[in-house]
């Protein structure tokens, strides 16, 4: 969970410059939040185990107030995890994130929070938490099914045993470093990754462009994204992701899963803010 201090600028900053600012924001963000709200949203029950301090309680009251339950958050007196975000002219960005609270991760307490949790329970893991790759295996363990968003991606997230992987949701930068391998087309990334993630669905995720996967018939699949006024990409994955899982367990097809959650995503681009322009199953025609 993080707070997210969201800059509005005319085009991202380079080396070097001083750039002004037309507005700053404090909203909620960090991608566990945003995938924990997106599957809420998209109408799964979910619970978001993470830690924050006392500046952190607006982002508790966004989780609870979007359906997710919050009551495996810790609080914590050290600051919250932050987040600086510059969005541009087109709804671009760039990130730049400190975990603060979120560093807060120990062996006992992967086993408190996954206490409550059964088999085939799904376990959605992104990178901004130190030991993901213990979480993943505990998780594994107990007989739940894991889903992976290596994002950021860094090594930590290439420590996750490729064998405790079920789906693993990537973008193009992410799927590049994963497979260590530049200049593949899609279907290439998919198969480079499918030779190391050999039992887990894969999701490549590119931007305005949409999403694709292998089928279940064991072909390339490609969804476009559908064409929306951009104001801000921020979340748009996350939202993504919330929708694709959601749809996938309700038992939609890849094919239908990959349009839903790229509809989902549109939408999330045409609000600022990560968090809270994740849209509602409602707003949605599914
Ligand atoms: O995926 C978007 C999120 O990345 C933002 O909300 C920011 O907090 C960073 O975690």
């Given amino acids: 969970m993080n707070v997210d201090l969201v800059f509005k600028v005319s085009s991202i900053v380079e080396e070097g410059q ?24 998209a109408g799964m029950k979910t619970y978001l185990a993470a830690s924050i301090g006392p500046d952190g309680l607006f982002l508790e009251d966004m989780l609870k107030d979007k359906g997710v339950d919050a009551s495996l958050v810790t609080h914590l007196d050290s600051p919250s995890g932050q987040a600086i975000i510059q969005v541009d002219s087109k709804g671009r960005n760039c990130i730049i994130v400190l975990s603060g609270a979120n560093g807060n991760v120990s062996e006992a307490l992967i086993d408190e929070k996954l206490s409550g949790f059964r088999k085939n329970d799904w376990l959605v893991l992104e990178n901004e938490i130190p030991m993901i790759d213990a979480i993943a295996a505990k998780a594994k363990a107990k007989g739940m099914k894991v889903c992976l968003n290596p994002s950021p991606a860094n090594e930590a997230a ?15 930068a992410e799927a590049e470093f994963l497979a260590q391998k530049k200049d593949m087309d899609y279907p290439e990334i998919l198969q480079c990754l499918g030779q190391i993630y050999e039992t887990a669905e894969i999701v490549l995720t590119a931007s305005s462009k949409g999403a694709c996967s292998i089928d279940e018939s064991g072909a390339f699949v490609m969804v476009s994204s559908p064409k929306v006024k951009v104001v801000d990409t921020t979340g748009a994955g996350d939202t993504f992701l919330g929708y694709y899982l959601c749809l996938r367990s309700e038992g939609s097809s890849i094919e239908e899963s990959l349009e839903g959650a790229c509809y989902a995503a549109s939408l999330a ?3 600022m803010g990560a968090a809270r322009s994740i849209p509602s199953r409602s707003e949605l025609d599914f």
Avoid at 27 to 36: F, H, L, R
Avoid at 158 to 172: G, M, S, T
């Fill in 18 to 41: 001083t750039i002004s600012a037309s507005s700053m924001a404090k909203n909620a963000g960090g991608k566990g939040a945003n995938q924990a709200i997106a599957l809420a949203q």
């Fill in 269 to 271: 681009c045409t609000k």
């Fill in 158 to 172: 290439r420590a996750v045993d490729p064998a405790d992987v079920d789906l693993l949701i990537v973008n193009e």
